[in-house]
């Protein structure tokens, strides 16, 4: 296939808002990165698409938008196509020079052992509004065949981390609501979820405060790690099953580990320090122990976070993406523009490495508005 160019638009379970980012490439290789972008959601959109979160965990079948969630989908689908028509005047794209728009859409719901995963976002409405191709609805052929339907983005990392000047084996990790990673050492990429990534610091810190997330750290800076509570959350079954694995953002819910009654500061400290345990406990798991790891999502902003991953991922080099030249806010973004060239094509976007696919499969679907 010949290079394109392709916009990817990611609004990830952090539910911080809408990324979008622009890349060149051929659906094997990363030719150029072109700019970015960013639309925050404001704290009432962040409490509807959490309440169609809520109402996402009841689903039984995956089309299905009872209550809020047609209003979620409405809106998550209205966002995302505004987000794309203000980058585009704002970097000057002419819409002829666009292959295709890669639409994540909003997941609500991730069951892949009853072989569920829901996604809200009308792929089919995103492209006549922008008279775009669209590719969406990336996990679905995945888990129809058996697979996890996640970590979805490997093939991109892989491809980003293919030629880093690092030690290998390289470890992507993507530190997001949940946190993921893959593995990179030259064959097919290694993926899973490692656990909890921001989610429940930032449910914590809403709880707590009021505020949306732990900024920068700072609450858990100053905290004290219950570390027996860590090791105790660590025995669940899940962080002893093998690659590939994927979770429910609400997988480790409060309800579901127990939570003591923290105070702020001890409450920050012990869950960044869940995260960083948990993606520590991947170590043994993965075909070689990683060289390096590079972090990338919201949790690379996290200063204390990266910290404690620093500690418990010893003697392995820890830095951000940025710290490597690429893109902490824009990295998935940019992925799903890579899959949707990917899928255009028809080329494999999961494997049985990354999701437990039994074959390489391809994903999506592609709508060419009219």
């Not at 610091?201 to 027996?228: C, H, N, S, W, Y």
């Amino acid at each position: 296939m010949a290079v394109v160019r392709a916009i990817g638009l990611m609004s990830g379970t952090s539910l911080d808002g809408v990324d979008v980012a622009l890349i060149e490439t051929d659906g094997e290789r990363i030719a150029g990165f072109g700019p970015t972008g960013y639309r925050p959601y404001t704290e009432d959109e962040r409490a509807l698409l959490r309440r169609a979160l809520a109402e996402g965990a009841a689903l039984t079948e995956r089309n299905s938008r009872p209550g809020v969630l047609a209003e979620a989908e409405a809106f998550v689908t209205r966002v995302h196509a505004e987000t794309v028509e203000t980058f585009l005047k704002a970097e000057r794209i002419e819409r002829a020079n666009v292959a295709v728009v890669g639409f994540h859409g909003q997941t609500v719901l991730h069951k892949p052992a009853a072989r569920l995963t829901v996604q809200i976002g009308d792929g089919v409405a995103l492209a006549q509004r922008l008279r775009l191709p669209v590719a969406y609805d990336f996990r679905a052929a995945d888990i129809a065949a058996g697979g996890q339907g996640a970590p979805i983005v490997p093939v991109f990392h892989q491809a980003i981390a293919r030629g880093l000047d690092r030690p290998h084996p390289i470890a992507v990790l993507n530190v997001g609501g949940v946190a993921n990673v893959t593995y990179v050492d030259g064959g097919m990429p290694v993926a899973c979820d490692t656990g909890p990534g921001n989610a429940l610091i930032d449910d914590f810190m809403r709880a707590r405060t009021g505020a949306p997330l732990d900024r920068d750290g700072d609450q858990a800076a100053k905290g004290k790690v219950d570390e027996a509570f860590v090791a105790r959350v660590l025995e669940h079954a899940f962080f002893t099953q093998p690659c590939p694995k994927s979770l429910d953002r609400n997988a480790f819910a409060f309800a579901n580990i127990g939570l003591p009654d923290f105070s702020v500061v001890d409450g920050a400290a012990t869950l960044s320090a869940l995260t960083a345990a948990s993606v520590a406990r991947i170590v043994p798991l993965l075909p070689k122990p990683p060289r390096a790891w590079i972090v990338a999502g919201g949790g690379a902003h996290n200063p204390t976070l990266v910290r404690m991953l620093k500690q418990r991922l010893a003697p392995a080099s820890v830095e951000t993406a940025d710290a490597v030249g690429w893109s902490i806010e824009a990295l998935e973004a940019q992925a799903f523009a890579y899959l949707a060239v990917r899928t255009m094509a028809n080329m494999p976007i999961t494997f049985p490495t990354t999701t437990g696919v039994a074959r390489p499969t391809s994903g999506g679907r592609v709508v060419i508005p009219r």
